[in-house]
C-alpha cells in the first residue's frame, strides 16, 4: 500500500509543534522549572529585604508572565524556522514529495534525493491526530504523514490497520481503527 504527500507551511509547523512538544518533552516542564526558580529567588530576595506584601504579587504575576512568555517564544521560533524553510523550499526542494509504502518487510521512506527502509520492529510509538498520522522510530527519527494525503477514508482505514498490524510492538496511540 502507497501514499503520496507534500507538507505545505501549516502542515510542517504543526509536525515541528509536535517534535517540540512531544518528542521533546521536557520543553514546558524546563519552563516550569525556570518560572519557579525565578519566583523563589524573587520571594527570598523579597524576604530578606522585607518588601510590602503587594510586592509578592508584583512578583508572583511576573514568574507566571515568564512562563507564558517562554512558551510564546518557542511557539513564535518554530512559527519562523517554517517560514525560513517554507523561504528555501521554493529556491530549492527542502521538503519534497515523499511516498510511504508498506511492504511485507519493512516501511520504504521515498523522496527524490533518498530512499530508505525502515524495519516495522524499529517503530517506537504510531499515533494519531486530528491531522497527522506520526510514526516514531527507536533511533530518533520520525514520520508525519498528513490525513488529507489519503484518498479517503477507507484508505486510511486500511493503512493505518495494515501498519498497526506489521507494528505489534510499537504503542499505538490514537488509533479507532482494528
Same mark, same amino acid.
Given at each position: 500500500?502507497k501514499?503520496?504527500?507534500k507538507?505545505?507551511e501549516?502542515e510542517?509547523?504543526?509536525? =515541528?509543534?509536535f517534535?517540540?512538544m512531544r518528542?521533546n518533552? =521536557?520543553t514546558?516542564p &524546563?519552563?516550569?522549572?525556570?518560572s519557579c526558580?525565578y519566583l523563589?529567588?524573587?520571594?527570598l530576595?523579597?524576604y530578606?529585604?522585607k518588601?510590602?506584601?503587594?510586592?509578592?504579587?508584583?512578583?508572583?504575576a511576573?514568574?507566571v508572565?515568564l512562563?507564558?512568555g517562554?512558551i510564546?517564544?518557542?511557539r513564535n521560533?518554530?512559527?519562523?524556522s517554517?517560514r525560513?524553510?517554507?523561504?528555501?523550499?521554493s529556491?530549492?526542494?527542502i521538503?519534497?514529495?515523499t511516498t510511504l509504502?508498506?511492504e511485507?518487510d519493512?516501511?520504504e521512506?521515498?523522496?527524490?534525493?533518498?530512499?530508505?527502509?525502515?524495519?516495522y520492529?524499529?517503530?517506537e510509538?504510531?499515533e494519531?491526530?486530528?491531522?497527522?498520522l506520526?510514526?516514531?522510530l527507536?533511533? =530518533?527519527g520520525?514520520?508525519?504523514v498528513?490525513? &488529507?494525503?489519503f484518498?479517503?477514508?477507507?484508505?486510511?482505514r486500511?493503512?493505518?490497520t495494515r501498519?498497526?498490524?506489521k507494528?505489534?510492538k510499537?504503542?499505538h496511540v490514537?488509533?479507532p481503527?482494528s
Open positions: 500500500m501514499i503520496t504527500y507538507f505545505d501549516k510542517l509547523f504543526d509536525f =515541528n509543534m517534535r517540540a518528542k518533552s =521536557n514546558i &524546563r519552563a516550569i522549572f525556570i526558580g523563589a529567588v524573587l520571594l530576595i523579597g530578606w529585604v518588601f510590602p506584601w503587594w510586592v509578592y504579587l508584583i512578583f508572583t511576573a514568574a508572565l512562563f507564558f517562554m510564546w517564544f518557542t521560533r518554530m512559527k519562523h517554517v525560513v524553510l517554507m523561504y528555501r523550499q529556491k530549492e526542494d521538503m519534497p514529495q509504502t508498506l511485507d519493512y516501511l521512506v521515498y523522496t527524490v534525493t533518498r530512499t530508505s527502509e525502515i524495519g520492529e524499529d517503530v510509538r504510531v494519531m491526530t486530528k491531522q497527522f506520526y510514526i516514531l527507536t533511533e =530518533n520520525e514520520l508525519g498528513p490525513l &488529507r494525503a484518498d479517503d477514508e477507507d484508505a486510511k486500511q493503512f493505518i501498519l498497526k498490524a507494528t505489534t510499537a504503542v490514537g488509533i481503527y
